[in-house]
């Protein structure tokens, strides 16, 4: 099988248990508000704020990964909301242990595939700092090895140290061009 079909028979199997696992979540939760008062549309509206907002949500996770953003809200939300759905659904179920499992598949159907999504994000390379060139991260540097000082005689008089230059400040700490005036005094400290 190609990586091609294998990925379309993927699809697939997403579609159908998503597919399923809503329509499930869907009447649950309609089913649950109905019969708590609300008429058969808030019942529909209700089922699709829940359960569309935990799709919407696990959406945005994903997004908000890819760049970089923070997640901790979105992905409370998407538990909240998956919470919600389960809560429904094993609410509607008859009352028993094997009700509430079975009648809990679709939203744990559901948080499976979210998870199973989400972590298939693909890795990318580190971002470069802003002011720095991009780095060829396939680029293996090049070993550079000193070479040796050639010896010199016992009675040979050792090369004179030079005086100390003049140290420099580096140009991060000058101020950028334009920024002093250049009828102004250039001495820190001086308030006019």
Known sequence: MTERTESAVRLLILLAIGTM?????FTHV????VAH????WIGWANAVA???MAIYLGLELRARRRARR??????SLLVAFALLSLAAQVAEAEPSVWGWIVAAVPSLAFLAL??????NAPATPPAPEPDQPPVDWSEVPEKITPEPEPRRPADAVPPAVPAPAAVLAPAAVLPPRGVVQPNRPHVV????
């Open 30 to 33: 309609h089913d649950l508000s």
């Open 21 to 25: 696992a809503g329509a499930a979540a």
């Open 50 to 52: 829940v359960e569309l």
């Open 189 to 192: 400290g001086i308030i006019r």
């Open 114 to 119: 979210v998870k199973v999504v989400l972590s």
């Open 37 to 40: 008062g609300q008429p058969h």
């Open 70 to 75: 923070p997640v901790g809200l979105v992905a």
